[in-house]
């Protein structure tokens, strides 16, 4: 017969990384969208524009930075050619590739969504106090040059959250 009585769970000796990273990064992200949102970007947007900017660079070059599909990297960048602030172009270097070039008006909207961008994590990093913020950005990095630099092999592979349509 199986008991009915509550089972005791785990004590937890350390806070749940894997929740506040998971929240912390879905928040920021909420606020990223709403932020963009109001000049007519979206993150994957600023994205391929501020990248695309940087040095010339192929359509699949800028989806693997922007950890885009190929799919969503075609959408991605019809939107910005529909907006007149990107166009594919033929690599100077490989005839065979397309590049995204971004257009005078895309580098200005581009330098208005960086300014945004930086606002967004701005107010994110303000509530820390300053000799935090730099503990905890430098924690930050070594983590993502580290030992969270690239994900784990899988027999159950892991997918990434999906932004859920409100």
């Known amino acids: 017969m199986t008991s009915m009585a509550p089972r005791m769970s785990p004590a937890r000796t350390s806070p749940d990384l894997s929740f506040l990273l998971d929240h912390t990064s879905h928040v920021l992200r909420t ?3 709403a932020a963009l949102a109001g000049i007519g970007l979206t ?3 600023h994205c391929v524009l501020v990248h695309a900017l940087e040095e010339e660079r192929t359509q699949v070059q800028l989806a693997e930075i922007g950890d885009m599909d190929k799919t969503t990297m075609v959408v991605t960048v019809d939107a910005l050619e529909k907006a007149g602030l ?3 172009r033929p690599s100077s270097t490989d005839r065979r590739a397309r590049i995204i070039a971004v257009t005078e008006e895309g580098a200005r909207v581009a330098a208005r969504s960086q300014e945004i961008v930086d606002g967004v994590h701005e107010a994110a990093l303000g509530t820390l106090p ?3 913020r730099e503990v905890f950005l430098r924690a930050m990095n070594t983590l993502v040059t580290g030992h969270l630099a690239t994900p784990s092999e899988s027999p159950q592979p892991v997918r990434r959250a999906r932004e859920r349509a409100k």
């Open 130 to 132: 300053a000799d935090e």
């Open 43 to 45: 993150a994957r947007m």
């Open 31 to 33: 606020q990223m969208a």
């Open 86 to 88: 990107a166009e594919r």
